[in-house]
């Protein structure tokens, strides 16, 4: 444990800048080998503090919201490439000044909005389904038949007038050889409108900065799909790849309960507030100097701080006792947790902090009551 996470409020997400380099370093090869733009898919990551770094590497954003839009606009800058499951009225007009590019998901949203899209000169696409079956947790899996998100093949004999792009998304957390295949599905169920298009964007999910991910084949695949079609400019828009493994969330344990024979302690944290996709996906996260329950003399189940009764993040074994004051470090908690977290309890939300290269730890932002209150009232 950093002694240095002492100082900082309890609970805290601490975004380290060198581990996010080290991620946007390994992308920018795969943008410079494989002829391909990376942009950040907000949804996993819209900790916009750090957008500077992000934005050395990068050169825009994915937005599925009017607000993810804004935010990329405001706070990133470079392009921005829309798609949501669906598009208001209200906020359509808002939508094409903050886009460079926009994906529809269905022919009917296409064809309510076609008009003021060519007037605006935006480049439109339509996301399709590829109909590849790459994810195993149902929750995470958007390309399987009945899915709502991406317009079937049978639709799509044809592009309608001003399409440009095609967008697909089908993989989460997977790895090359997943892209592989995502590569030849559309290319078979899609490439007879390929002469067509400007641009392919692949999603996300491609988890290229996870440890033993098979970066070659990845980079052979896209060139081998540019080579086939080099009128086509491909892009990716990876969340988890980008802040995978890229900071913690400091906890505090505030007692120690025993119940039904087992040692709990509970912490100033919530799975279900602050690492939602604990109980999601689910997933066991990794707690610093803890292993398996039974591994190390001293086995704790470990909860978290609302009434929820399954609030519990899992069984953990420790070398030590457990003692109330002392703090845990659950590793990998920057991707898919900020963005995701909710005030329900009201418990007390995680500042947010960024450790830079130098050592030096900024808190960047802290909540209190009026954050809770505003959001109900
Ligand atoms: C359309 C779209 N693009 C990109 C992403 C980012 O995926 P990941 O964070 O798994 O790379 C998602 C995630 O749900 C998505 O729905």
Redesign the pocket.
């Given at each position: 444990m950093s002694s240095t996470y002492q100082s900082l409020p309890s609970p805290c997400y601490v975004i380290e800048e060198k581990l996010l380099r080290n991620n946007l370093q390994l992308i920018q090869q795969v943008q410079q080998r494989a002829g391909v733009t990376v942009i950040l898919?907000l949804?996993?990551f819209a900790s916009w503090p750090a957008f500077g770094i992000v934005a050395e590497y990068l050169s825009g954003c994915?937005a599925?919201s009017l607000n993810e839009a804004r935010l990329a606009r405001e706070e990133f800058g470079g392009h921005v490439h829309t798609?949501a499951p669906a598009y208001t009225e209200a906020e359509f007009g808002a939508l094409l000044t903050l886009s460079d590019r926009l994906s529809f998901n269905s022919l009917s949203q296409w064809h309510q909005f076609s008009g003021k899209v060519l007037r605006s000169g935006i480049s439109a696409g339509l996301r399709v389904n590829p109909g590849v079956n790459e994810v195993e947790t149902a929750l995470?899996n958007?390309a399987f038949p009945q899915s709502r998100l991406g317009i079937p093949r049978e639709e799509l004999d044809a592009l309608p007038a001003g399409i440009e792009g095609l967008?697909v998304?089908a993989?989460?957390?997977n790895d090359a050889d997943s892209t592989q295949r995502l590569i030849a599905a559309v290319e078979q169920k899609f490439g007879h409108l390929f002469d067509q298009l400007k641009w392919l964007n692949l999603?996300?999910?491609?988890?290229m900065t996870r440890k033993g991910y098979d970066l070659d084949l990845l980079i052979d695949s896209l060139n081998g799909l540019r080579q086939r079609h080099p009128h086509i400019d491909v892009v990716l828009?990876?969340?988890?790849?980008i802040a995978w493994q890229t900071g913690v969330l400091v906890s505090t344990i505030l007692d120690l309960v025993k119940r039904g024979g087992k040692d709990i302690a509970i912490l100033d944290t919530s799975a279900t507030a602050h690492m939602p996709d604990v109980l999601e996906m689910p997933y066991r996260p990794e707690v610093r100097k803890a292993g398996m329950p039974g591994a190390k003399p001293y086995t704790y189940v470990l909860g978290g701080l609302t009434c929820l009764a399954g609030d519990v993040i899992g069984e953990y074994a420790f070398d030590q006792p457990l003692k109330t004051g002392d703090q845990l470090i659950f590793e990998d908690m920057i991707?898919?947790t900020m963005v995701k977290t909710t005030m329900f309890n009201g418990v007390q939300h995680p500042a947010l902090a960024i450790e830079y290269a130098d050592g030096n730890i900024e808190i960047k932002r802290e909540f209190g009551y009026n954050d809770y209150r505003n959001r109900l009232g």
């Open positions: 898919a949804k996993g994915s599925s798609y995470y958007p967008h998304h993989l989460c957390e999603g996300g999910g491609h988890l828009e990876p969340g988890s790849a991707h898919y």
